[in-house]
């Protein structure tokens, strides 16, 4: 199983979000770089940049923050948060991340994106589906919309895509375990997925027990800049 350290930006600085509200923010680090640095040096290998304005703007804002760390590190960045355009699409690689993560617009503009993986490939792009009750949400996690998770995950698994990241908001940030049974059903239908995990991370145990269940990677924010996980754990985890 893959740990996957997560960077939320909102003004160019590292903070986390508890369940998706904007009121409820943690500042941790002024320098994203020096963060990702961090990571680097523990033998991390992959970062998950998420730029939090872009995705309550509609539009990327943190650029900067992305080509600082694709230059500064050796990281395998996935990086995403407000992209609407293909213009959006091509400055995410140009600028050095490995994968485009996209969320919102596999609801709303389907044909959009579908027409991105044309271009570029679907491996290229890492989709994200945040849910609340198994139902997805969007813009930041601001509106939920009436589609299945499982429905989603189903239709786009047709389109192409290789792996895709779940988060149950409502356990986003407050280091209440994660949702293990969502997971464990999504696994159960999808044996194939390239399926990560997001959310509700506390502990180490909460580690083994999402790589128990078959997750193939897992994103954790919050838990490591809390401490109640260290980076010397995450490296003698792999």
Known sequence: MEIIPAI????????????????????YNESPLEVAKQFEAA???RLHLVDLDGAKAGKVQNWKVLE???RGTSLVVDFG?????????QKVFDLGARYATVGSIAVKN????LEWFEKYGAEKFLVGADVKDEKLAIGGW???TGIDII????????????????TDVRKDGKLEGPSLDLYRKIIHHFPQLHFIASGGVSSMDDLYSLKDIGCKGVIVGKAIYENRITLGELTAMK
Do not use: A, P, W
């Open 8 to 27: 939320d930006l909102i003004d160019g600085k590292c903070v986390r979000l508890t369940e998706g509200d904007f009121t409820q923010k943690t500042i």
């Open 43 to 45: 033998g991390i290998n």
């Open 68 to 70: 600082s760390i694709t």
């Open 81 to 89: 948060g407000g992209i609407k355009t293909v213009e959006e699409v």
């Open 110 to 113: 389907e044909s959009t994106l």
């Open 142 to 144: 601001l509106e939920t």
């Open 151 to 166: 429905d989603f995950i189903s239709k786009y698994m047709g389109y192409g895509i290789r792996q895709l990241f779940c």
